[in-house]
């Protein structure tokens, strides 16, 4: 008898585990929709987005002159050199001075720093610094880099200002890609006889280059498209001479709201192929980082 009743019971459980496979195979295919619509939501806007700027700028861009010239107050003449050339350089002084000092912070934490209770604090720092707006980096730039250093409103003081923004982000995805790497490939180089350093330089390191490059490819793209603590920094809206690191300059996000904030409706276009300048080059600055990324994942 008791056998029986045994076998009734399971017989209940599989007829009722029958049924939630079925309930739950019907939520998974909702939540499948679900997801697809909002991918295909963001696709659309972004597409509409692009649509519209390609249309108002695209001539312009094509324009001669318009990429090797310097800004004109009319606004079907004049072209955007100096914010070409100051963003070019904004942005290699950020990767110049962020992936070294963001890379380092990011394995003393992860491979050296003891499990502490100030190594938490730090941390938790680092992850909310990540989320600062950053106009808040533009007043700390404007205090430390224009007048205590005295740098006043040069590039100098913009790329560094730009530095801490993206420093915080770059060490938090190095940190994550460092901690991805298995634990078992440390223990076989030290099971070999082979020091800490010569570990983390031959093993670690390459290992996580792929997850570091992603960090650095969205931080600077971040660096080079802020406009907010540029201006707080000192940032000009017009410029007829290339600049320098201890110049006065300019950049793409300020070229764009100067053109915006102008009466005239020619300037919409040239704002409009501005900004197809400006994600040119992000691309640009991506498909290097996306290459070596790709070098790296082969070896």
Not at 87 to 116: D, H, R
Not at 217 to 224: G, W
Not at 273 to 293: C, D, F, K, M, W
Request: aromatic share 10%; proline share 5%; net charge neutral.
């Amino acid at each position: 008898m008791a056998t029986s009743y045994q076998q009734d019971d399971s017989l209940d459980s599989a007829a009722e585990f029958t049924d939630n496979v079925e309930s739950r195979e019907t939520l998974g295919k909702v939540f499948e929709v679900l997801f697809l619509l909002g991918l295909l939501i963001g696709l659309f806007i972004l597409a509409l987005l692009l649509f519209d700027i390609f249309r108002d700028g695209l001539g312009r861009f094509l324009s001669p002159g318009f990429l090797t010239e310097t800004p004109s107050r009319f606004p079907d003449q004049g072209g955007i050199r100096p914010a070409i050339i100051s963003s070019v350089l904004l942005g290699s002084v950020v990767i110049l001075v962020t992936v070294p000092i963001g890379v380092g912070a990011a394995l003393y934490l992860e491979e050296y720093a003891p499990k502490a209770w100030w190594t938490a604090i730090i941390e938790i720092n680092i992850s909310n610094l990540a989320g600062v707006p950053s106009i808040v980096y533009g007043l700390l730039g404007l205090g430390v880099f224009n007048y205590l250093l005295g740098f006043g409103p040069a590039l100098i003081s913009g790329a560094l200002t730009l530095s801490l923004l993206s420093l915080p982000v770059i060490i938090v995805t190095a940190r994550e890609a460092i901690r991805a790497v298995p634990d078992s490939l440390r223990n076989a180089s030290y099971g070999l006889g082979v020091t800490k350093w010569r570990t983390i330089s031959n093993h670690v390191i390459p290992y996580a280059v792929p997850g570091i490059l992603t960090g650095v490819i969205i931080s600077v793209s971040r660096a080079i498209g802020d406009a907010a603590s540029l201006i707080v920094v000192g940032a000009v809206g017009f410029l007829t001479f290339n600049p320098g690191l201890f110049q006065r300059f300019m950049a793409l996000p300020i070229q764009i709201y100067s053109y915006i904030t102008r009466p005239e409706p020619g300037f919409a276009s040239a704002a409009a192929a501005t900004i197809i300048a400006l994600l040119v080059l992000i691309l640009l600055l991506n498909g290097v980082a996306i290459y070596i990324r790709q070098r790296f994942s082969i070896r």
